[in-house]
């Protein structure tokens, strides 16, 4: 079973910038989404990138600011965070799709491995 390690997140203020950090276990290349879980809120999809072709897919809400890649040399998957809003406020999880599921999607349902999360906290 794979497991990750979520690094990156911490407290910035409107308008600054995190890159948070999903390092998977073991060698094999999994369909990556990251998710928030803000206060009071349902958890939500922010991004996501498949494992075929590493084509990625981002929640309106941060279109034009978050970027998702990954380093397959080290296995890990980042989320470039620009412009952070105090909406943007939670703790983010990242998760894994099954390995044979390799088009990512922003519903959690697809997700079978999940992360501890790292919270997120944006505020002057």
């Known amino acids: 079973q794979v497991q990750f390690v979520e690094s990156g997140g911490g407290l910035v203020q409107p308008g600054g910038s995190l890159i948070l950090s999903c390092a998977a276990s073991?060698?094999?290349?999994?369909?990556i989404g990251w998710f928030l879980q803000a206060p009071g809120k349902e958890r939500e999809g922010v991004s996501c990138i498949s494992s075929s072709d590493d084509s990625t897919y981002y929640a309106d809400s941060v279109k034009g600011r978050f970027t998702i890649s990954r380093d397959s040399a080290k296995n890990t998957v980042y989320l470039q965070m620009n412009s952070l809003k105090p909406e943007d406020t939670g703790v983010y999880y990242c998760a894994a799709q099954p390995l044979w599921f390799r088009i990512c999607g922003l519903q959690d349902s697809r997700y079978r491995y999940w992360g501890q999360g790292t919270q997120v906290t944006v505020s002057s």
């Open positions: 073991g060698s094999f290349t999994y369909a």
